[in-house]
Every structure is written in C-alpha cells, then in structure tokens.
C-alpha cells in the first residue's frame, strides 16, 4: 500500500459501507413492495429437482407455476385450452390405517400439473422489486477482467437465458451483455469464495457476493446500486451479515488493492 491509502483505511471504508449495507438491507425487506412480493413468492410449493427439470423441459421460460386449484385462491384463473405442465406428486398413506398416530410412508408418485403465471388471468401480481444494477464502468470492467484471469478465471460476454445476468461456473464466468460492473464483481466474488464451498446455503453464498460487489462497486464510484433489495429478495437481514464479516471484507480488500495497485 501507499502512504496515501493504508491498509487500516480501507479496511475501515470497507467496514462502514457494510454497515451502511446492512441497514439499507433491513429497510428494504420492511418495505411494503417487498412484502407484498415475499408474501406472494411464499405461496408457491418448493419443487423438487426432478420436478424443476420437468418443468424447465416442460416450458422453459415458466416463472411462478402452481396448480389450478392454487391459482384460484390467489384471484387467478388458468385461462381455456392452457396446456398444463405435468410434474409428480408424491403418494402417502399411514404405514398402519388402525391406528390415529401412524407413520405416513410414501407409496408412489401420480402425475398432477401445474400451470405458470402467464398462462393465468386474475388480480395483477405484485411487481419484482428491482434488483438489477445496470451501470457499467469500462475501465474498472477492463481491470476486474485482468484480476480474474491472474486467477485463473475466465470470463465470457454472452446471452443468458431469462433475466439471468452472470453464471460462475468454477474457473469460468459467462457475464449477459446487459449486465453492470457489479454483476461482473458479484460472479468474480463467487469465484473466490465459493467454489471450493460446498457447505453454504445458497442464500449466504448469495449475500457474501453481493456484499463484496455493492462494497467494491461503491469504492469506485459506481451508482444506482439495488444491492440492498437483491439480498431482501432471499429475505436476509443485517443479522446474516455478521458470520460473513470477515470473509467479505477478506475478499473485498484483495479485489480493491488488486485494482489500485495491479503487480
């Protein structure tokens, strides 16, 4: 470091833009537009494997699926002639019918279908919050893409299936070329953190990187950032950041004095 930035600075700056995160962060889950998501989002079933790739075979561009019955109690109605998407539904029954407190074991699947969103009319939906920050930086692009591949990361620029923005794949990142400097940051934070992981919620994998991205993204001037509304979106709260700490602000500082200071 210099004797203009020290290590006790930055580590300082990166501390206060995670706490001023973590409030933001709180403030957003409260807010009625994202309550109203959540609690639209929560009255869909948690599908299965098999069953997503069903349905990703199935309609590909689904969003919200449930079934007919599931619609109608939320004001919507599959409209005439849809075609449903056929996914298993498992079959249970008490391993002893005599006797009230028996256990239910599972006999088999049956074949049910869903319907997705689009194929529905009914009370409009509430809105996704907006959780994309599309600025982009060239320059700051130009040197997060000379980091990655010091190491060992590659990054591709292509089209990404639905509102996808970046995919980190394990030495490799495919980036949409709509998305902003902080997706870029975002996968990169992935990278570092989380490949070699494979005891982490996906939820806490996803507010490490999004932390790492808002951090750097705000030290180089980046604006309009929805970092704080991302994380809500996987109903996280300032709580879930202090076992992340240290990690984040760990990969944060190795990303930014790679930026002021490439070797």
Same mark, same amino acid.
């Given at each position: @470091?210099?004797?203009?930035?020290? #290590?006790?600075?930055l580590?300082?700056?990166?501390? !206060? ?6 409030l %933001?962060t709180?403030?957003?889950? *409260? ?17 299965? /494997? &098999?069953?997503?790739?069903?349905i @990703?075979?199935?309609?590909p561009?689904?969003?919200? =699926?449930?079934?007919y ?5 939320m ?5 005439? !002639? %849809? ?6 539904? $498992? ?5 002893? $019918?005599d *006797?009230?407190? #028996? /256990? *239910? ?11 997705? =969103? &689009?194929?529905?009319?009914?009370? /409009?939906? $509430?809105? @996704? $919050? ?18 990655? %591949? &010091? ?16 995919v980190?794949?394990?030495g ?17 934070a992935?990278e ?7 005891n982490?919620?996906?939820e =806490?994998c996803e ?8 951090? =750097?993204?705000?030290?180089? !001037?980046?604006?309009?950032?929805? #970092? ?10 300032? *709580?879930?950041?202090?076992? &992340?700490? %240290? ?6 500082q190795?990303?930014?004095?790679y ?5």
């Amino acid at each position: @470091m210099t004797a203009q930035i020290t #290590s006790n600075d930055l580590q300082q700056k990166i501390q !206060g833009y995670l706490e001023v995160l973590a409030l %933001e962060t709180d403030q957003a889950r *409260k807010s009625e537009e994202m309550q109203r998501y959540l609690d639209f989002v929560a009255k869909f079933h948690q599908y299965s /494997p &098999s069953n997503i790739f069903l349905i @990703m075979l199935t309609r590909p561009d689904a969003t919200h =699926v449930a079934g007919y019955q599931a619609w109608k109690k939320m004001g919507r109605f599959v409209r005439k !002639g %849809e075609k449903g998407i056929p996914i298993f539904a $498992p079959m249970v029954h008490k391993e002893d $019918p005599d *006797k009230e407190d #028996s /256990p *239910k074991v599972l006999s088999g699947f049956r074949v049910v279908y869903v319907f997705d =969103v &689009s194929q529905t009319d009914g009370d /409009p939906l $509430p809105p @996704m $919050p907006d959780w994309k920050s599309p600025e982009k930086n060239a320059e700051l692009n130009e040197k997060l893409i000379r980091f990655a %591949e &010091s190491r060992g990361i590659t990054i591709t620029f292509k089209e990404l299936h639905g509102e996808t923005q970046g995919v980190s794949k394990g030495g490799a990142i495919e980036i949409s070329p709509n998305a902003g400097t902080k997706t870029l940051i975002h996968e990169i934070a992935h990278e570092l953190m989380h490949q070699c992981e494979n005891n982490l919620d996906r939820e =806490v994998c996803e507010l490490e990187a999004e932390s790492v991205a808002y951090i =750097v993204s705000r030290y180089f !001037g980046i604006n309009h950032l929805n #970092s704080a509304t991302y994380i809500a979106l996987y109903e996280l709260s300032s *709580k879930d950041f202090k076992e &992340s700490c %240290e990690r984040i602000q760990k990969n944060v500082q190795t990303i930014i004095e790679y930026l002021l200071f490439p070797s």
